[in-house]
């Protein structure tokens, strides 16, 4: 158990639907990123949040948001769903840089079916 | 300058076998290289780790290899198992304020024949 926690686990839904994943980060950690994993591929950075803050952006899409609560969780908004953002949604936190080895610890993913 | 490349894409191997996955990276600001383990439906846990002051890393039957001149690291699985049966991914970062900007590579999927 990574201590990161992902809901929900499986998300069904259909083409211009809006959905929002949740992640809650590991107790102490400030940052929190969100990668995507399509079938057969690999890790896609999204973006990164830093104590409610964006730190950095990846080949995030516009119709994608995303933002950290003062209590540290993180939503990741997705809207005017298509066919092809059916993919694995992963939220991983880590420790600010300062001190920290630079490991990051994944949550269980939520799975994403677009129809 | 911010890719890893990983190779090879899909690998068989006997049990008992070595099995041997390759990453090359550009930028010589990453000081972090770890590999992560993913197993079907969950998510990437850290495997083992490296930095660039060191040319080897061994923690059981997994090893790190490290060529810092060539920007080039590789994860070597001694006396393969089918549990180790997974995708592998290896994956540079560097920290930053407020976190770290870690690239992953594309990911190889192992299947350890029994």
């Known amino acids: 158990d990574s201590g990161v926690t992902q809901t929900p686990k499986h998300l069904i839904t259909a083409t211009g639907q809006r959905v929002t994943l949740r992640c809650s980060p590991r107790s102490g950690d400030l940052s929190v990123y969100w990668y995507q994993q399509s079938l057969d591929q690999g890790l896609q950075f999204l973006i990164q949040y830093y104590n409610g803050e964006e730190r950095a952006k990846g080949n995030i899409l516009e119709r994608f948001s995303a933002q950290q609560f003062p209590d540290l969780h993180s939503e990741l908004n997705l809207s005017s769903l298509e066919l092809g953002d059916s993919a694995l949604y992963f939220c991983?936190?880590?420790?600010?840089?300062?001190?920290?080895?630079?490991?990051?610890?994944f949550g269980e993913g939520s799975r994403l079916t677009v129809l | 300058q911010q890719q890893v490349k990983q190779s090879p894409q899909s690998l068989i191997v006997q049990k008992g076998g070595i099995s041997i996955i390759n990453c090359a990276y550009e930028?010589?600001?990453?000081?972090?290289f770890p590999w992560y383990q993913q197993f079907p439906g969950k998510g990437p846990a850290l495997l083992i780790a490296?930095?660039?002051?060191?040319s080897e890393k061994k923690e059981g039957r997994f090893t790190i290899s490290f060529n810092k001149s060539a920007k080039q690291f590789s994860l070597h699985i001694m006396d393969s198992q089918p549990g180790d049966s997974a995708t592998y991914f290896c994956a540079a970062s560097m920290g930053g304020t407020g976190g770290f900007k870690t690239i992953f590579g594309a990911g190889t999927r192992l299947f350890v024949k029994a």
């Open positions: 490296i930095r660039p002051d060191v």
């Open positions: 930028n010589t600001a990453f000081d972090y």
């Open positions: 991983a936190s880590s420790p600010s840089s300062g001190g920290g080895t630079g490991e990051l610890f």
